[in-house]
């Protein structure tokens, strides 16, 4: 059934502190709504629980790019398009960049924000295997101050995260200390234009005197949340190439991940392809290292 | 509980109106009944087949995703809103003529919106950015060649006219 317009409210304070305001005075409330494109699926088709919305889009304070000496603040309220756009993001945290090209078509990367991406909190959104590669943090804000969390916490269940009924996510903060390394993303989905993810898998590594210095790996759509793939990377840390390393590193992977069975794909389909694409990675990783290439 | 409604200000195809909705009403619900701009399509209705596509401030956008007041004191442009009104056509609507790019028509304003938006970021897309740029727009019809084809031809109209 679809929904009626008139029984929803949507207003639009225009300052980030008027929106703090109206969540901490009802707080669970209000939904915040920004570019609409998840937001606005559920409402066409009558799903949506939320009677009244609070509009977060065009609030300057969220979307701004910027980067101090340290750190690169990305506004939560920032779509797929201005990450794409922007050439820092592009040199420093490729993944970033490429996982926005993957999200969704151009009218939704235009719409679709990051943090709204982290808040819907979907295992197969592209962003997220991105961000826990390059651990991000994340600020939040209430009216009652800010806090700053490790990106890696945020997720506590299936659509659930530590986010406060009065909370929203003002910025994603990255630190750009991977230059050097090589950068590996691949999404399995069922075409290539705006299919979600059936798997998706995002790696950083560094080899350095011929054996694996640093490794991290993420992957999407696999389980119930995006997972950072901790002892699968413990596998290849200070290894050099051989095909057992390989081996090794797909049986850590098949014993600390428990794969889903959803409409999009099988367990056992997950499990397999996971392993193939780590593979990847890992020749991907050698092969750029005894090439000498700089990506 | 009904909300209020709310005075919308907005400008479409260059034209200042003033409407009386409720605020969550689907600009593309907007557009068509308040409006009488029936150019716009709706297909899907869940963002994923641009056939409801418009400018909003420049920017291609699914107008079923997007809630009417978060369209306050913006510019729109339609399908309507492209050709100059001496009724000639756009170059890219020309295009689309000359290559036999629609078929049953439901998908084609948001194709030509979808072009318009590339080719004003991008003059002289490859076949593969073409691809790209009309990704988020499905054709049931004509198996998307000739749609390709006519995008191709009107970046060259246009580079030649330049």
Known sequence: M???????????????????????REPGVWLPIAGGT?????????????????????????????RTAQEMIVGAG??????????????????????????GSIANQNRGTLGGNIVNASPAADSLP????????????????????????FHTGYKQTVLSADEIIAAIVLQPRFTGYHAYSRKVGTRNAQAIAKLCLAGLGKVSDKKIE??????????????????????????????????????????EVAPIDDIRSTAAYRLHVAGNLLQEFVESLFARNSAGREQ | MSAKRC??????????????????????????????????????????CGSC????????VNSC??????????????????????????????????????????????????TVHLLQRNPSPTLEQVREGLGGNLCRCTGYTRIFEAVLEAAEAQAVKV
């Not at chain 1, 991105?130 to 490790?150: C, D, F, K």
């Open chain 1, 2 to 24: 679809r929904a009626q317009p008139s029984e929803y409210e949507l207003v639009a304070p225009g300052k980030l502190t008027a929106v703090l305001d109206l969540l901490a």
């Open chain 1, 38 to 66: 998840e937001v606005m699926v559920q409402y066409g088709a009558g799903r949506l629980g939320a009677r009244k919305l609070v509009s977060l889009w065009g609030l300057p304070e969220l979307r701004r790019i910027e």
């Open chain 1, 78 to 103: 920032c779509t797929y398009s201005d990450l794409r756009k922007h050439p820092q993001i592009e040199r420093e945290f490729p993944l970033l960049g490429r996982a926005a090209s993957w999200t």
């Open chain 1, 130 to 153: 991105a961000l826990l590669v390059y651990e991000a943090e994340l600020l939040l804000v209430s009216a009652r101050g800010e806090r700053r969390i490790p990106y890696a916490g």
């Open chain 1, 214 to 255: 640093d490794v991290r790996l993420a992957i999407g759509s696999m389980a119930v949340t995006p997972l950072r793939l901790r002892r699968t990377e413990a596998s290849l840390l200070g290894r050099t190439w051989s095909p057992t390393i390989v081996r090794e590193a797909r049986k850590a992977l098949e014993a």
């Open chain 2, 7 to 48: 005075e919308i200000s907005f400008t479409v195809n260059d034209t200042a109106h003033s409407v009386s909705v409720y605020p969550m009403e689907r600009l593309l619900d907007v557009l068509r009944s308040e409006l009488g701009l029936t150019g716009t399509k709706e297909g899907c209705g869940e963002g994923e």
């Open chain 2, 53 to 60: 596509s418009v400018l909003l401030n420049g920017e291609l």
């Open chain 2, 65 to 114: 995703l997007v809630p009417v007041l978060q369209a306050q004191g913006a510019s729109v442009c339609t399908i309507e809103g492209l050709a100059p009104g001496n009724g000639s056509l756009h170059p890219v609507q020309q295009a689309f003529l000359k290559c036999g790019g629609a078929q049953c028509g439901i998908c084609t304003p948001g194709m030509v919106l979808a």
